[in-house]
């Protein structure tokens, strides 16, 4: 189940100039602080739209970055977080049965669902958030 969507965001020319001049370490804050709350409504998206009786999946959602250093990309995961514990309840087991549907339940797609209502937004946060975030880390730089 490792579908996924590849997005570039542009229109980020003056705060990609300014985040040159920071640290990997604070760049990679910067990115990761950004991206994880421009995300935080598709992960809610994602979670609202399970049936509430399937709790132990809702709570398995969650969604985690990866900054790649040598380029300027990050990337954000949204998916089913395993729990080995829960046995045949394992939300890693039965949670692609509900996102993409078997022989006895239908496709329910939460998942793309959340991802499809809220990119945008998604996006349009992420810039505004990563340049107010970017103006931040560079004031603080000393001079």
Known sequence: ?????VIKVEGLDQALKNIDALDQKMKGKT????LMFASKPMLGKAKQSIHS??????????????????????????????????????????GPMHEEGSVSTSNQG???????????????????KLAGEILEAVKKLPK
């Open 31 to 34: 990115l990761r602080k950004s």
């Open 1 to 5: 189940m490792s579908k996924g969507s």
């Open 110 to 128: 939460f998942l793309r669902k959340a991802f499809d209502s809220e990119w945008m937004q998604t996006i349009t946060k992420f810039k505004d």
């Open 53 to 94: 009786y399937i709790g132990t999946l809702k709570k398995s959602i969650k969604r985690s970055s990866k900054l790649y250093k040598k380029k300027t990309v990050i990337i954000l995961k949204l998916g089913i977080k395993s729990d080995a514990t829960l046995g045949k309840h394992n939300p890693a087991i039965y």
